[in-house]
C-alpha cells in the first residue's frame, strides 16, 4: 500500500489491481483493512480505528482511493462526491477497433460522450444505449486523446456522471474497449488480471481546510504504462 496523502482528517492511497476498496464475499482483506492497520501501528491507537469508505474503485482497476479518518469528514466527503465537487481524471490503455456506435475522435481535444446505461446486477455488468430505454441511467463524461503506443492508444477521462462500470462501458461502446477488460469486449486479458484504467488524478477543495488539493497517482508497474505515459505531452 503507497500513501500518496494524508492528514488527521482524509487519507489517500494508491490501490494496486486485484484489491478490493471494501469487504465482499470473497473473504479476501479489503484495502479498508490494510489502511485501518496502518494508521493503528503509525499513531498507536488503541481500539478500533475509524475509517470511512466515500467511493470505490473495480477490483481491476488501480490508482487513487480516499477514505475519511473522522466523523467530522465523512458525512462531507459523501456530500462532496454526491454533488460532483471531487474530481477525478482517468487514463485509460486502449485498442481503437473502429467498430462503436459512437464517434472516435483521436484529435487530443475534450469530447463529450453521453449514452443511457442500464445496470444488470446478476451479470455485474452495464449495458450502454444510444437512447433512454426503460431502467436506463444518463451517463456522460468528457474524453480526449493524449498518449499513444506502437499499438495502443492513452485517453484521459473525466466522468461527469457516476456509473456501474460507465468508462469501462462507455468506451468499449464507441470502439475502444479498455486494454485487459474482457467483460467489456477486450481481445486478451492482461497478465495479472488487471485491466488498463487509473484513477490517475483527483482535486477538491478539503472538506474542513478549505485549502485546494491536486493528487497524482503512481503508474502501475508495467512497461506499457510507462511507454505510453512517456508520449504523453
Not at 59 to 84: C, D, E, H, I, Q
Not at 87 to 108: N, S
Not at 140 to 163: A, C, D, N, P, Q
Not at 215 to 225: A, I, V
Request: hydrophobic share 35%.
Amino acid at each position: 500500500m503507497k500513501v500518496v496523502y494524508e492528514d488527521n482528517h482524509i487519507i489517500i492511497v494508491y490501490k494496486e489491481s486485484g484489491e478490493i476498496v471494501q469487504g465482499d464475499k470473497t473473504g479476501d482483506t479489503p484495502l479498508s483493512e490494510t489502511v485501518k492497520e496502518y494508521i493503528k501501528e503509525k499513531y498507536n491507537k488503541p481500539g478500533n480505528v475509524f475509517l470511512g469508505v466515500v467511493h470505490r474503485l473495480d477490483r481491476p482497476v488501480s490508482g487513487l482511493v480516499m477514505f475519511a479518518r473522522t466523523s467530522k469528514a465523512l458525512p462531507r466527503l459523501n456530500k462532496m462526491f454526491a454533488n460532483g465537487e471531487v474530481h477525478k481524471t482517468y487514463w485509460a490503455i486502449v485498442q481503437p477497433e473502429g467498430k462503436g456506435k459512437a464517434t472516435y475522435v483521436p484529435d487530443g481535444e475534450w469530447h463529450t460522450l453521453e449514452n443511457w446505461i442500464v445496470r444488470n446486477e446478476r451479470q455485474n455488468k452495464s449495458y450502454v444505449y444510444d437512447r433512454e430505454v426503460p431502467n436506463s441511467k444518463n451517463a456522460v463524461l468528457k474524453y480526449r486523446v493524449i498518449g499513444f503506443s506502437e499499438r495502443y492508444t492513452l485517453i484521459e477521462v473525466r466522468l461527469l456522471t457516476g456509473r456501474h462500470h460507465q468508462i469501462r462501458c462507455q468506451l468499449a461502446h464507441m470502439g475502444c474497449p479498455i486494454k485487459g477488460d474482457l467483460k467489456y469486449g477486450a481481445r486478451r486479458s492482461n497478465p495479472d488480471g488487471s485491466i488498463s484504467l487509473l484513477s490517475h488524478f483527483v482535486e477538491f477543495v478539503h472538506p474542513v481546510s478549505k485549502e485546494k488539493i491536486r493528487l497524482e497517482s503512481p503508474l502501475p508497474n508495467d512497461r506499457l504504462w510507462h511507454e505510453i505515459a512517456a508520449s504523453v505531452k
